[in-house]
């Protein structure tokens, strides 16, 4: 008995051993791929960069030099002068900030009304709603085109601002959120006389910040990566947005283009972006993350 006991110690240890080593080559396995694919993600940056700050001789040399020879800050200054960054910055800014507060009271009042407030054919209106997110978005542009042009709003903000101010996914989202907050609430205030609107800014919106910060986040990155719908209504350099700006600026009457100004240009309107994911990417997650549990 004391053999057979020994013996089937000495097994359990060596299936542990296997166990534990199988485990660590997974780790490892796992770990060196998500170093490569982060490596495969983060290199297009590092070139951007890098390339931002090369010389046009440098950047087209035969073989390409992983970092530069010269280090070029001038290149930065250029790109501000030679793209009129200020105006792109500017336009985009203003775009984007009264899309935004507009586009999130529609979303709100949209998704109260959705939530909590009983009407015929809400459900039939919102399935509606929602079958309208199946349509690619690129369909809509020639009829929006026509629109704003009958309208005379080629060349102007409310161009850039008007169209996409109502999205159903944010809706959507939204209407989520506030439907995991007890309809008790709700009907507790009412018996108390407390109006809808004061129930939505009291109650609701305080308990819905964290999917409310994410639609103003996911609204102004989407303003500011826009790039069909305002080269398409934009005629004037001045109305350019910075996506815009940045594709015919840098290219000479030869149409030889100034890549590492380009490059440097492209770093300073990636900056802005690359510094909301880092400092409230924990709210994207977190507004969303609470908004797909009840439906």
């Given at each position: 008995?004391?053999?057979?006991?020994?013996?089937?110690?000495?097994?359990?240890?060596?299936?542990?051993?296997?166990?534990?080593?199988?485990?660590?080559?997974?780790?490892?396995?796992?770990?060196?791929?998500?170093?490569?694919?982060?490596?495969?993600?983060?290199?297009?940056?590092?070139?951007?960069?890098?390339?931002?700050?090369?010389?046009?001789?440098?950047?087209?040399?035969?073989?390409?030099t992983l970092f530069p020879?010269?280090?070029?800050w001038g290149n930065y200054a250029?790109?501000?002068?030679?793209?009129?960054?200020?105006?792109?910055?500017?336009?985009?800014?203003?775009?984007?900030?009264?899309?935004?507060?507009?586009?999130?009271?529609?979303?709100?009042?949209?998704?109260?009304?959705?939530?909590?407030?009983?009407?015929?054919?809400?459900?039939?209106?919102?399935?509606?709603?929602?079958?309208?997110?199946?349509?690619?978005?690129?369909?809509?542009?020639?009829?929006?085109?026509?629109?704003?042009?009958?309208?005379?709003?080629?060349?102007?903000?409310?161009?850039?601002?008007?169209?996409?101010?109502?999205?159903?996914?944010?809706?959507?989202?939204?209407?989520?959120?506030?439907?995991?907050?007890?309809?008790?609430?709700?009907?507790?205030?009412?018996?108390?006389?407390?109006?809808?609107?004061?129930?939505?800014?009291?109650?609701?919106?305080?308990?819905?910040?964290?999917?409310?910060?994410?639609?103003?986040?996911?609204?102004?990155?989407?303003?500011?990566?826009?790039?069909?719908?305002?080269?398409?209504?934009?005629?004037?350099?001045?109305?350019?947005?910075?996506?815009?700006?940045?594709?015919?600026?840098?290219?000479?009457?030869?149409?030889?283009?100034?890549?590492?100004?380009?490059?440097?240009?492209?770093?300073?309107?990636?900056?802005?972006?690359?510094?909301?994911?880092?400092?409230?990417?924990?709210?994207?997650?977190?507004?969303?993350?609470?908004?797909?549990?009840?439906?």
């Amino acid at each position: 008995m004391t053999n057979q006991a020994t013996m089937h110690s000495k097994d359990m240890q060596k299936v542990s051993s296997q166990q534990k080593i199988v485990k660590i080559i997974v780790q490892v396995l796992l770990y060196t791929f998500l170093g490569v694919m982060a490596l495969v993600i983060v290199f297009p940056f590092y070139w951007m960069i890098i390339s931002s700050l090369k010389s046009t001789v440098e950047y087209r040399l035969p073989i390409p030099t992983l970092f530069p020879q010269k280090i070029m800050w001038g290149n930065y200054a250029e790109a501000f002068t030679a793209a009129n960054l200020s105006r792109l910055f500017l336009n985009t800014v203003i775009v984007g900030i009264v899309s935004t507060i507009l586009s999130l009271v529609i979303t709100v009042l949209s998704a109260f009304a959705f939530a909590r407030l009983e009407f015929k054919g809400k459900n039939t209106l919102f399935a509606a709603l929602l079958a309208t997110m199946m349509i690619p978005g690129e369909l809509f542009t020639i009829t929006n085109y026509v629109t704003v042009t009958k309208f005379g709003w080629i060349d102007k903000y409310v161009v850039l601002i008007v169209p996409f101010l109502v999205s159903v996914f944010y809706i959507y989202l939204l209407r989520q959120n506030f439907m995991q907050i007890p309809n008790e609430l709700y009907l507790a205030a009412k018996v108390d006389g407390t109006s809808d609107i004061k129930y939505l800014w009291k109650v609701m919106i305080p308990l819905s910040l964290p999917t409310l910060i994410s639609i103003t986040i996911l609204k102004m990155m989407g303003a500011w990566n826009s790039y069909v719908w305002p080269r398409l209504v934009t005629t004037s350099d001045d109305m350019r947005l910075i996506t815009n700006g940045l594709r015919d600026a840098f290219t000479d009457m030869s149409g030889q283009a100034n890549i590492p100004v380009q490059m440097a240009a492209v770093t300073v309107v990636s900056i802005p972006l690359f510094l909301v994911f880092i400092f409230l990417r924990k709210y994207i997650m977190k507004g969303v993350s609470r908004s797909g549990i009840k439906g």
